[in-house]
């Protein structure tokens, strides 16, 4: 689910977001036109409160919300109507009440929002994208689509040794569903989204020796991975009873930590984080934690930081001691891990400089 493309859908349908707020338990809900050049917006009471007009709901692209009695969300200027419900929704997680939201609005989790628009108005959406987009910031806007389960069984159930030695035990290979292709000689790693639908299979070479013919990573199938938070099917519960969500580079950086009982974690599938990542990481309403491999420079770390709003609060495992590897994760080695979590964990300001 795009998160942007609802909010537009949703601002086209004033009347699934009065059900939406009715469902929730609103009082006093009142329509008001914004007249010429201005947006039409409700305003309700909170489901707690007395106050008949404490909430206004603008109609506009961002759905932009004002609770004038409540703070929705600790330390964020701008809310939404996401917030609101994720505010009223309190024990569901954020990718639940996404779920729920398009439930409500009569389409599927997965909706494709760009079926039935005319040609010539994409190629204009295409032009815009690109006129106003960094080459860091590309992204596939191939929608995600759910897969059987069911060819999982294609695949032998056998567990690797290979990231037994890296660090990854049998017992985590077998919670994240870990087995192997014959057809192709490779580790089998399932890919989920955040609400624990399988998305695509990602294959990594069998062997640490990967012949020139072949290739280390493959994608047994396909799926934008720019648009999901590996492993959170698993960690999510653990993200939300902590402050923090700790983010790393591949998938077996999730791995490795759940082996070493660290849970609270995500991985972004590589180097390239998405707008898409962005806004779900910053929507978790926890502290970041970015714990990428040794390689990765400090100007890259200031640089996606400014990605995120200045409110969101970002640290960075940046190994000032050397003690990693030059392409070594922070979760190989559970010692170093442990050392970097303790001695170099550097809040990471956002930089109006950069962003001039």
């Not at 109609?59 to 009223?88: A, Q």
């Not at 040794?161 to 890296?166: A, I, K, V």
């Not at 396909?222 to 580079?249: N, W």
């Not at 890259?300 to 400014?306: D, V």
Request: aromatic share 12%; net charge negative; proline share 4%.
């Amino acid at each position: 689910m795009e998160i942007r493309q609802l909010k537009e859908f949703l601002c086209n349908e004033p009347d699934k977001i009065k059900f939406i707020l009715e469902e929730l338990n609103f009082h006093h809900i009142k329509f008001h036109n914004g007249g010429p050049g201005q947006d039409s917006f409700y305003t309700m009471g909170n489901v707690d409160g007395d106050n008949p007009t404490s909430i206004t709901q603008y109609l506009n692209s961002s759905l932009l919300c004002v609770n004038y009695t409540r703070e929705m969300v600790t330390g964020k200027v701008n809310t939404d109507f996401i917030d609101l419900v994720c505010f009223v929704r309190s024990d569901y997680t954020f990718f639940e009440n996404l779920k729920w939201i398009s439930e409500k609005a009569e389409i599927n989790y997965y909706h494709n929002f760009d079926d039935g628009i005319p040609n010539s108005l994409k190629i204009v959406r295409l032009l815009k994208e690109l006129l106003n987009k960094q080459p860091e910031q590309d992204e596939d806007n191939t929608p995600i689509e759910p897969k059987d389960p069911v060819i999982l069984n294609y695949y032998q159930p056998y567990l690797s040794q290979m990231f037994y030695e890296d660090g990854i035990d049998y017992q985590t290979q077998f919670d994240f569903g870990i087995c192997y292709d014959q057809l192709t000689n490779n580790i089998v790693i399932p890919c989920y989204d955040e609400i624990c639908n399988l998305v695509g299979i990602k294959g990594r070479y069998f062997d640490r020796i990967v012949p020139e013919h072949e290739l280390k990573y493959v994608y047994l199938e396909r799926f934008p991975k720019g648009k999901i938070l590996f492993g959170y099917h698993k960690t999510g519960k653990y993200i939300q009873e902590s402050d923090t969500a700790i983010v790393g580079e591949a998938e077996k950086f999730v791995m490795s930590c759940w082996s070493q009982g660290i849970k609270n974690t995500v991985s972004t599938g590589g180097t390239k984080v998405t707008k898409t990542q962005i806004e779900k990481l910053s929507r978790l309403n926890k502290r970041i934690l970015l714990a990428f491999d040794q390689d990765y420079p400090e100007e890259k770390i200031q640089h996606l930081r400014n990605m995120f709003l200045p409110q969101i609060q970002f640290y960075a495992i940046i190994d000032k001691e050397h003690i990693l590897g030059e392409k070594q994760s922070p979760s190989d080695d559970p010692k170093k891990l442990q050392y970097l979590l303790k001695n170099h964990v550097y809040e990471i300001e956002f930089s109006k400089e950069e962003n001039n």
